[in-house]
């Protein structure tokens, strides 16, 4: 009997956010091959269109949307959902990372970075979780936390001026201790994953010279992460396999992360 890593998951729609490049990107591929029904979500248009020549079939949608603008993350969950489009889980890798040093922080930025990161994570869920108690068939709320919601930065002595970004992904962790426990009686399993530093443009954002290879000596591995070794723990969150995980953060740091 062979065991597929995305069983159950067939023709079943699943929401992605950040999915024009890096984890959300390599994230829609996955599920686009496991056979899922990808609606995918990103403020960069371009991006999305590279996504949906990658894609398999034409059942997939791409959708444009600029996720801190709360009010408009219910609706676009509903039209996204109707016509009995048997939603089954939300992947929500998407985020944004202002590198400053922490006398540089204004409220701007800190709102900023709070609105994509916290806010839209707990109201984004919240439609999701929503929907999938009215359609009683059970799902997934799959966020993404970091590894500095535990212990700050991998480098030591510095934040990598991620002190806002660092905020943001400890209360992501709340979110779902919470949301677990809310919808988890309905079967709607809801869980976090913990990257440690991850090869995409985001972690580039801002590093000086240097940096990135002090980034792969701080892991036990010797490497950062790719992001497709963050899109296969989603995917298997999402699928049979992990029928029993609930309110767990899962680190998928190479190491750096010790919980």
């Known amino acids: 009997m062979s065991i597929l890593?995305?069983?159950?998951?067939?023709?079943?729609?699943?929401?992605?956010?950040?999915?024009?490049?890096?984890?959300?990107?390599?994230t829609a591929l996955m599920f686009d091959k496991v056979g899922?029904?990808?609606?995918a979500i990103d403020i960069n248009k371009e991006g999305l269109d590279t996504l949906s020549s990658q894609l398999s079939n034409n059942?997939?949608?791409?959708?444009?949307?600029?996720?801190?603008?709360i009010?408009?993350?219910?609706?676009?969950?509903?039209?996204?959902?109707?016509n009995d489009k048997n939603l089954w889980a939300l992947i929500h890798p998407?985020?944004?990372?202002?590198?400053?040093?922490t006398s540089e922080v204004t409220e701007e930025d800190w709102d900023a970075q709070m609105s994509v990161n916290l806010k839209a994570s707990f109201f984004l869920a919240r439609a999701c979780g929503d929907i999938m108690k009215e359609q009683d068939k059970g799902g997934r709320i799959i966020l993404f936390t970091s590894g500095a919601w535990l212990m700050g930065s991998a480098m030591g002595d510095t934040s990598m001026g991620a002190d806002v970004y660092t905020a943001s992904k400890g209360g992501v962790v709340s979110i779902i201790r919470s949301f677990a426990k809310t919808y988890g009686k309905h079967n709607i399993l809801v869980?976090?994953?913990?990257?440690?530093q991850v090869n995409t443009p985001m972690q580039?954002?801002?590093?000086?010279?240097?940096?990135?290879?002090e980034m792969s000596k701080a892991c036990p591995l010797g490497r950062v992460s790719e992001p497709q070794e963050q899109a296969s723990v989603a995917v298997f969150l999402a699928s049979e396999h992990a029928s029993f995980i609930n309110n767990s953060?899962?680190?998928?740091s190479g190491g750096i992360l010790g919980y």
């Open 5 to 26: 890593l995305g069983q159950g998951i067939e023709n079943k729609l699943v929401i992605v956010t950040g999915a024009a490049s890096g984890i959300g990107f390599e």
């Open 36 to 39: 899922a029904k990808v609606a």
């Open 59 to 69: 059942e997939h949608e791409f959708i444009q949307q600029d996720l801190s603008k």
């Open 71 to 82: 009010d408009e993350v219910s609706s676009l969950v509903k039209s996204l959902s109707g």
């Open 94 to 101: 998407a985020a944004y990372l202002k590198r400053q040093s």
């Open 191 to 196: 869980n976090a994953i913990a990257p440690g």
């Open 204 to 213: 580039h954002i801002g590093l000086e010279p240097g940096i990135s290879e």
């Open 249 to 252: 953060v899962i680190n998928v």
